[in-house]
């Protein structure tokens, strides 16, 4: 049997515009026959159609000319559905000897009921297509096993198809729109984790050169589109003069940071995978792939891992399971990729498989197969990586996702609710009403609950130059592990939005530095406890303006306010969409009412605040009314600027009344207040308290939101110490207190302490060095020097704890406590060197380490002291 063939590139296409060659009726039907044939065996499906609709005026009743123009159209991206007419007219007259280029040969071949069998299923007549399979497989001799095989595989995806389309999925997919979408193909799309920027892959007459590829289409280029405050995308421009050229570039897949683009060159052999990666200004110019990835064979998608460790692409090479399979590879510590490895089996088949995207939670996997679970074609699937590394058997995203014909290049965003990807098709949503598409391929996005929410946080920022200032371009955020010290990513934001997005795992710690040509503008810290669900983090940096504006007043307000405050409106807390022309109102006793409305964007900037004064604010649009922000600026001394997010609507909790008091006091025996101490509260919904305690050591009545988790940071003369508030799970009003601990450790055992000769130390959460600068330590060490220069030979006992509470940054709680006990021993060793002895002189008796503890409920917060008694590592001297 002649196999089918669908190239897949990224769009091929059959247009019924011009080709680049000129293609005429030849005068006769034998000779269009013959030049149909000769493209045809060169899988010119596009040039050929059109010399055999030429034959067809001259034989219209011709079964083979009906065959020939039916399976061109079946090969085709956009016109699959014409095949039908022409092969049901073929199947008239068949015959076992065909003759293939012979344009005297008047019958069509037995493919003809496979084919046919194609385009039912394709259309969706499913019985009819099972029926046409059975008669094709009837004609097969029964030693032909490799054919039954085949048609096997197509039966089986026909049952598929039944099945799924009876129970389609609670979906909704939108066209976005003729700002994205043109008559022409446009797909692929990549989009970053906030969902402002888009690029993808379009073949339009505006392309770079604006010349056409030999199948008659213009060459592809990458474009881009910016989200407005309003949630409309501009029309698309070109990425850069970096990225296209006269060839084929077409997007593959984007960091989820947005940093690094892959992209697909095409114009020479087979093309191969690239890179660039974005500067602050443009995209570099691309780098390509080394040969680990790139072969002399087809290698056409590819997507890395959120860290940037693993390279998972898409290879044709000798050696896999059947057709194109998905490979990944490491990144080595000189920088370089390992050798390809084949992922294997769930996820590659004997059949294709295309379109890997790694979820931002990095353990998601999305991908497109041929194989036995899918209903016709490309259907897109998902299967959960383990921390081994294997992967589960796959799931199907279902219909309306997936569909009889290919469905690929599925792209989700980090809570994976959302998705984007682009298809020939029109859906249908709610209500029986079409989504219009504008013509060939177009992009849609939609949302699917068939996932679980992604339990991580996304950062996202945005830069805002003064009013009448343009974004600079040497702006970036360098985000560091508060709990390594290690540098997580450089980030730098979109020139035209000046957005930038951070995905932080739960259960992390990160400090943010904002700089601007590598002088620091501000900083902070952004904590994400371990047992949280997919939540959001906004933040604005607003530049200090470097012009006055035509017809500004300068008062002397704008001249002198070293305290100010700089406002976003949003219109709820689940859709987080900025909202323009709110009303705005600040009050504060002894003060006139500060009254204005929001910009474009939602924001209102630079609004003078007074030292020693509390505020109350409030935003409403459209008779709507959000809940009051209540903050101070007691105890502020110099400049100061405060970022504050508000929401012109309330939610069902924001009738929950959760006021927190805060009290801090020097230590748990004296407890005396400690006043002038400058306390921060972090929200995981963005929110961020800031003031000073007053005469009695304590901060009242600042507002919490319900289901979120808070981090109280206290700091008085150089030293700070923490807590945690959660109201997760309060469903009433409450209030709440919490005592800070100004000196020594706050809520949790004593950090370390050395008595009967056992030297203890307490670990934070993932924490694994000991503090060497502790008293303790230093007592511990000195005895052990006293104990070698009377003679005596030291020897310990080292013991390792750790907690129930998951680890984020180890493979498991044990390998935690092995760690620890490890660097405990060589921090012990490192020290006794530096006194002059060494390890000759040191005797391990034992080195044990465990997990000991509660059994965790998802409570590390509430209940971090109970856990945190069994973070720790002991050294016992044995005499």
């Not at 000897?97 to 499913?126: C, E, M, V």
């Not at 490799?146 to 595989?153: F, K, P, S």
């Not at 940093?259 to 093309?271: A, C, E, H, K, P």
């Not at 939609?446 to 009013?467: C, H, M, Q, W, Y």
Request: aromatic share 10%; net charge negative; proline share 4%.
């Amino acid at each position: 049997m002649k196999k089918l063939v669908i190239a897949f590139l990224f769009s091929v296409t059959i247009s019924h515009l011009a080709f680049a060659q000129i293609i005429a009726d030849k005068g006769s039907y034998r000779k269009n026959f013959n030049e149909g044939c000769l493209n045809m065996g060169d899988n010119e499906y596009d040039v050929a159609l059109k010399y055999f609709l030429f034959a067809y005026k001259y034989d219209s009743t011709n079964a083979n000319i009906n065959f020939k123009v039916g399976f061109c159209y079946l090969n085709s991206a956009t016109f699959k559905h014409l095949a039908e007419n022409y092969l049901e007219k073929a199947i008239l007259d068949v015959s076992r000897r065909y003759l293939d280029d012979d344009p005297g040969f008047n019958k069509a071949p037995i493919q003809s009921y496979f084919y046919l069998g194609q385009s039912y299923h394709l259309d969706g007549r499913l019985d009819d297509a099972m029926k046409m399979y059975d008669t094709y497989e009837s004609f097969v001799k029964p030693k032909d096993k490799e054919e039954h095989a085949v048609i096997q595989h197509f039966k089986k995806q026909v049952q598929n198809a039944k099945t799924i389309l009876a129970t389609p999925l609670n979906v909704t997919l939108y066209n976005l729109g003729d700002s994205v979408n043109s008559e022409y193909p446009d797909y692929s799309p990549v989009i970053t984790a906030d969902e402002q920027v888009l690029y993808y892959t379009t073949r339009r007459p505006t392309t770079t050169g604006g010349e056409r590829a030999p199948d008659g289409m213009y060459y592809e280029d990458i474009v881009v589109s910016y989200k407005d405050a309003k949630g409309k995308w501009s029309k698309p421009v070109s990425i850069s003069p970096f990225i296209n050229t006269g060839g084929h570039e077409a997007t593959v897949s984007l960091t989820p940071d947005g940093q690094t683009l892959i992209i697909y060159r095409g114009d020479v052999g087979n093309g191969d995978l690239f890179y660039s990666s974005f500067d602050g200004r443009d995209w570099t110019i691309p780098q390509k792939f080394g040969s680990n990835i790139n072969t002399e064979y087809w290698e056409t998608h590819a997507c890395l891992s959120r860290d940037g460790q693993t390279l998972y692409f898409v290879s044709d090479r000798p050696g896999g399971l059947g057709g194109r399979d998905i490979y990944r590879c490491a990144k080595l510590p000189n920088g370089q990729w390992s050798l390809a490895t084949n992922v294997g089996a769930p996820i590659n088949t004997p059949y294709d498989e295309d379109g890997p995207f790694l979820g931002a939670d990095g353990v998601t996997f999305y991908f497109a197969s041929k194989g036995d679970q899918s209903m016709g074609g490309f259907d897109i699937m998902f299967s959960i990586i383990d921390e081994n590394g294997k992967f589960s058997p796959p799931f199907t995203m279902g219909s309306p996702i997936n569909t009889t014909d290919d469905d690929a290049f599925y792209v989700a965003t980090p809570d994976n609710k959302r998705f984007y990807l682009s298809s020939a098709h029109e859906y249908i949503n709610k209500g029986d009403m079409h989504d219009k598409s504008f013509g060939d391929k177009d992009i849609y996005v939609g949302s699917v609950d068939i996932i679980k929410e992604n339990p991580l946080a996304l950062f996202r920022g945005r830069f805002t130059p003064g009013i009448c200032d343009s974004l600079p371009d040497d702006l970036s955020v360098i985000v560091t592990s508060v709990t390594n010290g290690e540098i997580v990513g450089t980030y730098r934001p979109q020139r035209r939005t000046g957005t930038f997005s951070v995905i932080i795992p739960p259960g992390s710690k990160y400090h943010f530095s904002y700089q601007q040509n590598g002088q620091e503008l501000s900083n902070e810290e952004i904590f994400v406890p371990a047992d949280i669900t997919y939540e959001e983090i906004q933040k604005a940096i607003n530049l200090k303006p470097l012009k006055i504006c035509p017809g500004m007043e300068i008062t002397q307000d704008t001249v002198a306010a070293k305290i100010a405050l700089n406002v976003l409106v949003l219109n709820n807390k689940r859709e987080k969409k900025p909202v323009s022309a709110a009303d705005v109102k600040m009050v504060s006793k002894g003060l006139n009412d500060y009254t204005a409305k929001s910009d474009a964007d939602g924001h209102i900037n630079g609004i003078a605040l007074q030292a020693e004064k509390s505020y109350t604010l409030v935003a409403s649009a459209n008779g709507k009314s959000g809940k009051e922000v209540i903050f101070n600026t007691i105890g502020v001394k110099g400049a100061k600027i405060y970022d504050k997010t508000i929401y012109v609507e309330k939610n069902p909790e924001d009738e929950i009344n959760l006021p927190l008091t805060i009290i801090v006091l020097n230590n748990k025996k004296q407890r005396q207040q400690v006043a002038n101490t400058a306390v921060k509260v972090t929200g995981t919904d963005g929110s961020l308290f800031e003031g000073t305690t007053d005469a009695k050591g304590k901060i009242l009545g600042i507002n919490l939101s319900p289901e979120t988790n808070y981090e109280i940071n206290a700091t008085k003369d150089g030293v700070t110490n923490n807590a945690v508030v959660s109201t997760k799970n309060i469903r009433k009003s409450k209030p709440f207190e919490k005592v800070v601990y100004i000196q020594g450790v706050s809520e949790t055992p004593d950090n370390s302490s050395f008595k009967d000769g056992c030297f203890t130390f307490h670990f934070k959460y993932n924490m694994n060095e000991v503090d060497e600068s502790a008293p303790q330590y230093k007592q511990f060490i000195d005895s052990l020097v006293s104990i070698k220069n009377a003679g005596q030979k030291i020897v310990l006992n080292l013991n390792a704890s750790a907690s129930t509470v998951p680890t984020s940054k180890f493979k498991s709680n044990e390998d935690l406590a092995k760690v620890r006990a490890k660097a405990a021993l060589e921090k012990i060793k490192s020290s006794l060197k530096m006194r002059g002895i060494t390890d000759e002189n040191i005797t391990i008796a034992s080195n044990t380490f465990k997990v000991d503890g509660p059994a965790y409920k998802g409570d590390y917060l509430e209940n971090a002291a109970e856990y945190e008694k069994y973070q720790f590592i002991r050294a016992c001297i044995t005499k």
